[in-house]
């Protein structure tokens, strides 16, 4: 049974970014698939960082979005951890619905299929 509130959608290229947990160095990452409250991350470096736990505020800011960012300047908590995959859930919405989400994944070029 699937927990998420909200539907979850695969970005048809991932969203170059840093995040930054904490007061640690910023590292390299991507933007793997998005809903209103949350974002999958990709982070290569995950593996050699043991302080990458579950419920620990992280910061995350992409680069090369040509129509504006979406995500920069959103701190949210990292729900889970997986390899190099972190799950983060924010405070706020990112965009007031899901269909406000998707209109902006697609003016960016960015709206693929819902992750199952």
């Not at 050699?48 to 620990?56: R, V, Y």
């Amino acid at each position: 049974m699937d927990r998420r509130m909200h539907t979850r959608i695969n970005l048809k290229h991932p969203i170059p970014c840093t995040c930054r947990v904490g007061q640690d160095e910023p590292m390299s990452a991507t933007i793997v698939n998005v809903s209103v409250m949350g974002i999958m991350l990709e982070v290569p470096d995950l593996q050699d960082k043991l302080t990458m736990e579950s419920c620990q505020r992280i910061a995350v800011d992409e680069y090369g979005m040509e129509n504006g960012s979406l995500f920069s300047g959103f701190i949210g908590t990292t729900n889970w951890v997986y390899k190099t995959y972190v799950g983060v859930c924010f405070e706020h919405p990112i965009k007031g619905s899901n269909k406000e989400l998707r209109s902006w994944l697609r003016d960016n070029d960015q709206l693929c299929e819902e992750a199952s």
